[in-house]
């Protein structure tokens, strides 16, 4: 069963936008802090962004600092991140995270590609 299903990852030239969405299909939604991870080859997997259950407040990796914005939706069970002023360095697979105390669940990932 499918539970996180990443969408809009592609090839985009520096400095263009892309917007990911996670469609999430699991209890609780409202009060997962959900989150977004990147891997790029041959380097581990790092935080993006996550966005809180509850009040939503966010947290940012400094290397995405006002050019990437977390939001989500959780009438529509899904998580967003707005991606602006994309650089080569960001290119990796974004993956997204679902989490509840100790239960986190993975998506299957989504590749952003980001050159000229």
């Known amino acids: 069963q499918v539970q996180l299903v990443e969408s809009g990852g592609g090839l985009v030239q520096p400095g263009g936008s892309l917007r990911l969405s996670c469609a999430a299909s699991?209890?609780?939604?409202?009060?997962?802090?959900m989150g977004w991870y990147r891997q790029a080859p041959g380097k581990q997997r790092e935080l993006v962004a996550t966005?809180?259950?509850?009040?939503?407040?966010?947290n940012y990796a400094d290397s995405v600092k006002g050019r990437f914005t977390i939001s989500r939706d959780n009438t529509e069970k899904t998580v967003y991140l707005q991606m602006h002023s994309l650089k080569p360095e960001d290119t990796a697979v974004y993956y997204c995270n679902a989490q509840l105390g100790q239960n986190s669940i993975w998506g299957q990932g989504t590749q952003v590609t980001v050159s000229s």
């Open positions: 699991l209890g609780f939604f409202r009060f997962r802090t």
């Open positions: 966005i809180r259950g509850g009040d939503s407040v966010t």
